[in-house]
C-alpha cells in the first residue's frame, strides 16, 4: 500500500492546476487561428465562374482561394447573416493563398471615392491596407508575399507587401452612396478587382478548408487540435511570440469551453465618457495582448485597425440609462466639435435583442455627413434625434425601434487625432 503525504496530494493538485492553466494560455494564444480558418471555410467560394465548382459534392470542404467575392448593395433589415453591419460600403472580400508563390491585386482608377483592401494575417493582426489612406485611388498593383520569398518583383507593381504566414484574409470596403447609378458605377469598380500571378495568370486556388466553418459552437478537442497544428505549419507565430503547443487532449477538453466562456465576458470596451466605449483598440499588431486578441477573433473577428476606422457604440444614455425606443433622445454635436475625419463619418441604429437594422417608414438606417438634406443648427451644430415616432419635418431623425432597446455605433472613418489619441469629447445622448 502507498501512502500519500498531504504535501504530496496538495503538490499533485498544483500541478494539475498549473497543467491546466497551461492549456487555457494555449488555447487563448492559438484561438485566433482556428477562428479565421473558419471564417474561411465560412466565406470562400463554391465556385470559380469559369472553372466551376471546386468538388462535384455538396458536402464537400473543397473551396476557391485568391479570388474575390462581393456584395454588391448596401445590407438592410431584410440581412440578417451579419450583426451589427455597416450601411455605408459595399464588401469585397478575399482569402489569399501563398504557399505557392506571391500573387498581384490589381485595382482600378477609384476617383474621389473611399475605399480600402485591409489585410489580416491568420493571426488576426490587421498588418497592411492598400485603399484610399494608404497608397491613393490611382490604379493599383499590389505584389503580396509569404515570408522567405525572394524572386524577382514584375514590372508594374506599385506595391509590395510582406505577409508573416501563407494564409491573408483581405477584407475590402467601398463606399457607396446611393442604390442607383453610384451602386453601378461601385460594381464596375469591383469587377476590376482582380488576383492574379505575377505573370497575369488567375491566381484562383482548389484548397480543403478542413472544417465546417457555420458552425459557431465550442469545438472538439480533435477538431481544434487538427486545425490549429496545419494552421501553424502555415502561419507561424508572429515575431517575438513563443508558444507551447500542442497540450495534451485530455486537458483540452477541459480548457475549451473555459475559455470561450471567458471570452464572452473579457476584456472589457475602452471607456470614451459620456455613455461611449469602443470596443476594439489596434493599429497593425495585437503585440503580447493574447487574451484581447482572442477575445476579438471570437467576437468581433475582422475588425480592421483604428487608423482605417473606428466605431464608438452606445447603449445607454446621458443617465447610464439602457436607450429604449419608448422614450425620445437627442444627441448634439456642438458648432465645431463634431466628429473629426479624414474620409467621413455616420451614426447607425441597431435593435439591441438581434443586433441588426431596424426597419422603418423612411428606409433609413444611418445618418451622417453624407446624408442628403442633413440639417445644421443656425449656431453650426448638428443636432440627431433618436426616436421611434416620426418628430416632423427640420429635424434629422434617425428612427429607433418602437417599444424596444437599441444602441448606436458611431463609424468614424479615417478618424482625426484626437479620436485616435481617445482625446475626442463624445457627447452624451440625452432623453427629451
Known amino acids: ?21 497551461a ?7 492559438t484561438l485566433p487561428l482556428y477562428e479565421t480558418m473558419r471564417m474561411r471555410a465560412a466565406t470562400t467560394a463554391r465556385r470559380h465562374p469559369v472553372l466551376g465548382f471546386a468538388a462535384p459534392e455538396r458536402d464537400s470542404r473543397m473551396r ?14 431584410q440581412d440578417k447573416e451579419v ?9 469585397s472580400n478575399a482569402w489569399l493563398d501563398l504557399s505557392e508563390g506571391p500573387v498581384v491585386i490589381e485595382s482600378p482608377e477609384m476617383g474621389e471615392r473611399y475605399w ?16 484610399r489612406r494608404t497608397t491613393g485611388n490611382r490604379p493599383q498593383r499590389t505584389l503580396v508575399h509569404a515570408p522567405g520569398w525572394h524572386g524577382e518583383v514584375p514590372q ?32 464596375a469598380s469591383q469587377a476590376a478587382l482582380r488576383i492574379v500571378r505575377s505573370d497575369g495568370s488567375d491566381a484562383a486556388m482548389r484548397v480543403d478548408t478542413w472544417i465546417d466553418g457555420l458552425d459557431t459552437r465550442v469545438p472538439e478537442p480533435s477538431r481544434f487540435r487538427a486545425v490549429v497544428d496545419e494552421a501553424l505549419r502555415r502561419n507561424p507565430p508572429p515575431a517575438g511570440e513563443s508558444l507551447d503547443w500542442p497540450p495534451p487532449t485530455a486537458m483540452l477538453e477541459a480548457a475549451l469551453p473555459a475559455v470561450y466562456e471567458r471570452l464572452r465576458h473579457a476584456g472589457q470596451p475602452h471607456d470614451l465618457g459620456g455613455g461611449w466605449a469602443i470596443p476594439v483598440m489596434v493599429r497593425t499588431h ?17 475588425a480592421l485597425g483604428v487608423e482605417e476606422a473606428m466605431y464608438p457604440t452606445a447603449e445607454v444614455d446621458a443617465d447610464g440609462d439602457v436607450l429604449h425606443g419608448g422614450r425620445r433622445y437627442e444627441l448634439r454635436f456642438a458648432p465645431g466639435r463634431g466628429p473629426q475625419v ?23 438606417y444611418s445618418i451622417g455627413d453624407r446624408t442628403p438634406g442633413l440639417r445644421h443648427e443656425p449656431d453650426g451644430g448638428v443636432a440627431i434625434r433618436l426616436q421611434a415616432d416620426d418628430p416632423g419635418p427640420g429635424v434629422n431623425w434617425l428612427p429607433a425601434p418602437a417599444g424596444e432597446p437599441f444602441y448606436v455605433v458611431l463609424r468614424l472613418y479615417q478618424p482625426g487625432a484626437d479620436h485616435l489619441a481617445l482625446r475626442f469629447d463624445y457627447p452624451p445622448i440625452r432623453a427629451l
Open 1 to 21: 500500500m502507498t501512502m500519500h503525504t498531504d504535501a504530496a496530494i496538495d503538490s499533485a493538485l498544483d500541478s494539475a492546476a498549473d497543467a491546466q492553466t
Open 23 to 29: 492549456t487555457e494560455a494555449a488555447v487563448i494564444q
Open 64 to 77: 476557391w482561394v485568391n479570388q474575390f467575392t462581393h456584395t454588391h448593395r448596401r445590407l438592410g433589415p
Open 83 to 91: 450583426v451589427s453591419p455597416n450601411n455605408d460600403t459595399v464588401y
Open 116 to 131: 480600402t483592401l485591409g489585410l489580416l494575417d491568420a493571426w488576426t493582426n490587421p498588418f497592411a491596407y492598400v485603399g
Open 156 to 187: 508594374g507593381i506599385t506595391h509590395k507587401i510582406a505577409a508573416g504566414g501563407s494564409d491573408v484574409w483581405l477584407i475590402g470596403r467601398l463606399l457607396v452612396e446611393d442604390d442607383g447609378a453610384d451602386a453601378q458605377r461601385v460594381r
Open 286 to 302: 495585437w503585440g503580447d495582448d493574447h487574451l484581447t486578441r482572442a477575445r476579438i477573433a471570437r467576437n468581433f473577428i475582422g
Open 342 to 364: 479624414d474620409a467621413f463619418w455616420s451614426l447607425t441604429m441597431y435593435r439591441r435583442s438581434d443586433c441588426l437594422f431596424v426597419a422603418n417608414p423612411i428606409d433609413r
